[in-house]
């Protein structure tokens, strides 16, 4: 009998950036044959599910967010018949595949718009969105694209602009256009037939453009600098009501399959309410949304308490919450939160995995995997180029020994982007009962258990500038989110035992007393004597 009920609620899902997980085949780059070979790696890690990063055949002018065929495998990664391997192999193990769909909009080789593009007559050309120069001449209107350049590339035969909220390779849709809709109810489907237990969901805020495409507006203090485009609020040319149409047809589609198929979307909202809006309030829509306001927020107690409390408050009844640290995006946490220092990074994990709600992590995190300072002439992402933060960083190798290549490729290949130190590694810290992976192992044992994790009231017991102690159900976590030692009184809880700590300073089983004396970082996980 399968844990979760559907899979996805509870559960410990796992990123795979595919190009840096494992090459099976010594030409440098990860594939699909090499996820088959860690599948009982990432079972003995208790995961539930993975979500691969884009495995589409794409030009890699976003490496794979430019499709050019929803209904294939890149060649870099294996065959149609290898990914239906990987799901069934992976089904084995109760664990399911999530693919990385990206509706927003294509690459421009694919051939919709390359048709599109062949004229204003063409049978494909309202799959995106054109319009004309202004009257004064120069783009239709202020539009901003991720790279900080306007948003509208010119075709100078037609004489009239296209849409591109990315790359000038990365056109947008026209979700106005209702075959673009019924191209996608194919493509979900497809994937579905196939077996695959869900989608993560690329720019899910971002769908539709105001039919009138209006001026976006100047932004205000209020408005998270990660959301804002240029100095602007993309409130015209994307965050739109009507995605939500979108996704109550796409619910419907999900919810006839039995594998339980999850969407889980990119949904870059720091309103709470308008996050919490993506599950559905009347009728369903996404089963889980990535709640940028808690990656975005910092490690301490006052924030973390703040974004759980507004998020828990704001999400409909029910509906799974989604804690996460790191991604492709916006880098690895125990760089960006931890300055990769083992101890807050097994806080962090203490704390990411006791949450209610289902948990994402992002390859080597396991391990307190850090960001990798790739030098410029070998970086690859051109869309951060120029900006403070370089995506490479993130994406690089998985680190699995100590060896060359650390065991992602042969020795003697040339891995497609240039590893981290290999001191902190699978092989090495398996073998480390104190290593921050063991940690993991213990937290997800708890979780497959079903003592921590699951959706229930949290209540708060503590909170100051360094400690944050919480309940869920039976088990209270005591976080010291900070690098000083501290002790607290812990009145009312005296009853309770350490079922695990990140750290040495309070041992498993030792009850804990009127006072809790924490080490710096330390973060336990207490509940009575079963
Ligand atoms: C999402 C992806 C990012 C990509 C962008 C455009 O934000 O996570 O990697 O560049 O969409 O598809
Ligand atoms: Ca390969």
Redesign the pocket.
């Known amino acids: 009998m399968p844990r979760n009920q559907p899979w996805w609620r509870n559960a410990i899902i796992y990123q795979i950036y595919v190009r840096s997980f494992r090459d099976s085949n010594g030409d440098g780059t990860g594939d699909l044959a090499g996820i088959c070979e860690k599948l009982d790696y990432l079972q003995w890690l208790g995961v539930d599910g993975l979500w691969l990063s884009p495995t589409m055949p794409s030009p890699n002018a ?2 794979g ?1 430019d499709v050019s065929d929803y209904y294939g495998v890149h060649p870099d990664y294996g065959a149609l018949a290898d990914m239906d391997r990987l799901v069934v192999e992976a089904a084995q193990r109760d664990i399911g595949i999530m693919l990385d769909l ?1 509706p ?2 294509t690459s421009s080789a694919h051939p919709w718009f390359v048709d599109a593009r062949s004229g204003r007559g063409s049978a494909h050309r309202d799959y995106y969105v054109w319009a004309g120069p202004k009257a004064a001449g120069g783009p239709p209107n202020n539009w901003i694209c ?1 790279t900080g350049a306007p948003a509208w590339t010119l075709d100078a035969e037609s004489d009239q602009y296209y849409l591109h909220n ?1 790359l000038p390779a ?1 056109p947008d849709l026209n979700w106005w256009d209702e075959r673009v809709h019924e191209e996608f109810h194919e493509i979900l489907r497809f994937w579905f037939d196939r077996g695959v237990a869900g989608f993560r969901i ?2 899910a805020h971002g769908l539709y453009k105001d039919s009138l495409l209006q001026d976006d507006p100047p932004a205000g203090p209020g408005d998270h600098p990660a959301i804002q485009r240029g100095k602007l609020r993309p409130v015209y040319s994307s965050h739109r009501p009507e995605v939500h149409d979108v996704y109550r047809r796409w619910r419907q589609i999900a919810d006839t399959y039995e594998q339980g198929p999850a969407l889980l979307g ?1 949904t870059w909202e720091f309103d709470y309410q308008r996050f919490g809006d993506y599950y559905g309030r009347e009728e369903p829509e996404l089963h889980m949304g990535f709640n940028f306001g808690f990656v975005e927020a910092g490690l301490t107690a006052p924030e973390l308490a703040d974004v759980v409390e507004k998020t828990l408050a704001a999400l409909p009844a029910g509906a799974m919450p989604v804690w996460t640290g790191s ?3 916006v880098g690895r946490f125990p760089t960006r939160w931890c300055g990769n220092d083992p101890r807050a990074v097994k806080a962090a994990l203490a704390v990411l995995s006791t949450l209610p709600g289902t948990v994402v992590l992002y390859y080597g995190d396991e391990l307190g995997m850090a960001d990798v300072d790739v030098p410029p002439a070998l970086r690859l992402d051109d ?1 951060s180029a120029g900006k403070p933060y370089g ?1 490479d960083a993130c994406r690089t190798p998985m680190l699995w020994s100590a060896g060359t290549n650390a065991g992602f490729t042969t020795p003697s290949a040339r891995p497609w982007l240039p590893l981290g130190g290999t001191a902190t590694n699978v092989e090495d810290e398996r073998a480390d009962p104190g290593s921050v992976l063991n940690l993991w192992r213990a937290l997800a044992a708890l979780r497959q258990a079903g003592r921590i994790g699951r959706l229930d009231k949290l209540e708060q017991v503590l909170l100051d500038e360094q400690v944050w102690a919480y309940r869920v159900g039976e088990v209270t976590t005591v976080a010291n989110l900070s690098d000083q030692a501290v002790t607290r009184p812990l009145t009312g809880h005296e009853h309770l035992s350490v079922l695990v700590s990140t750290a040495a300073l309070a041992p498993s089983g030792a009850a804990v007393g009127a006072e809790l004396s924490l080490g710096p970082w330390e973060t336990v996980v207490l509940a009575a004597q079963p």
């Open positions: 976003d490496w967010y990206v927003n909009h991720a990315f990365q690329d720019v990119e991604n492709h995006d869309m995506r």
